[in-house]
T-cell receptor, first 115, second 114 residues
Framework: DADVTQTPRNRITKTGKRIMLECSQTKGHDRMYWYRQDPGLGLRLIYYSFDVKDINKGEISDGYSVSRQAQAKFSLSLESAIPNQTALYFC??????????????FGPGTRLTVL | GNSVTQMEGPVTLSEEAFLTINCTYTATGYPSLFWYVQYPGEGLQLLLKATKADDKGSNKGFEATYRKETTSFHLEKGSVQVSDSAVYFCALSGAGAGSYQLTFGKGTKLSVIP
């Protein structure tokens, strides 16, 4: 089984709808991240969480919210989806305490299309 | 702030050709440097990393050397295979807001033809 799983893998929705993307991990890591990937732009950090009670905004948090339900679960919500949120979304995890040498482990991604 | 610039693709090579993908960075302090690879339809996975100046990271025939004097971390492989076709991302991990975050380049798509 994969260490970092994301559901759903693909989602098509309409403008204005509320969407939740879920991420689960079995690696036992404290740190979890949400990124979006757009063609030609690489990955950009949306939110990150260093433990259940520590959640921080990333580079592009506007229009998104997150919930860290447990050490192993980190959900990303779009309260009112808009077309420019069409992208590939990745969850990632890393172990705490390694500082700048942290390796992040990525899930397979969720392809979201907002019509 | 931190930034990563890598050569734009796509890059198309014949099998057994030599590969170089250039990556330069801007960062304060002493970042760690990474190459991640994304195979079609999959998430990113770590290819190699280097955590201090002059370190060489290597894996699966790929190499990159952390050059602080030129702020570079170029990816090289002596003989590419069709299975190396993927998107390659250079990234750095540097201090920001009291914690370490990854900053990615835009990615370079490599296609290797038989």
């Amino acid at each position: 089984d994969a260490d970092v799983t994301q559901t759903p893998r693909n989602r098509i929705t309409k403008t204005g709808k509320r969407i939740m993307l879920e991420c689960s991990q079995t690696k036992g890591h404290d740190r979890m991240y949400w990124y979006r990937q757009d063609p030609g732009l690489g990955l950009r950090l949306i939110y990150y969480s260093f433990d259940v009670k520590d959640i921080n905004k990333g580079e592009i948090s506007d229009g998104y919210s997150v919930s860290r339900q447990a050490q192993a679960k980190f959900s990303l919500s779009l309260e009112s989806a808009i077309p420019n949120q069409t992208a590939l979304y990745f969850c990632a995890t890393s172990d705490a305490g390694q500082g700048a040498t942290d390796t992040q482990y990525f899930g397979p991604g969720t392809r979201l299309t907002v019509l | 702030g931190n930034s990563v610039t890598q050569m734009e693709g796509p890059v198309t090579l014949s099998e057994e050709a030599f590969l170089t993908i250039n990556c330069t960075y801007t960062a304060t302090g002493y970042p760690s440097l990474f190459w991640y690879v994304q195979y079609p339809g999959e998430g990113l996975q770590l290819l190699l990393k280097a955590t201090k100046a002059d370190d060489k990271g290597s894996n699966k025939g790929f190499e990159a050397t952390y050059r602080k004097e030129t702020t570079s971390f170029h990816l090289e492989k002596g003989s590419v295979q069709v299975s190396d076709s993927a998107v390659y991302f250079c990234a750095l991990s540097g201090a920001g807001a009291g914690s370490y975050q990854l900053t990615f380049g835009k990615g370079t798509k490599l296609s290797v033809i038989p």
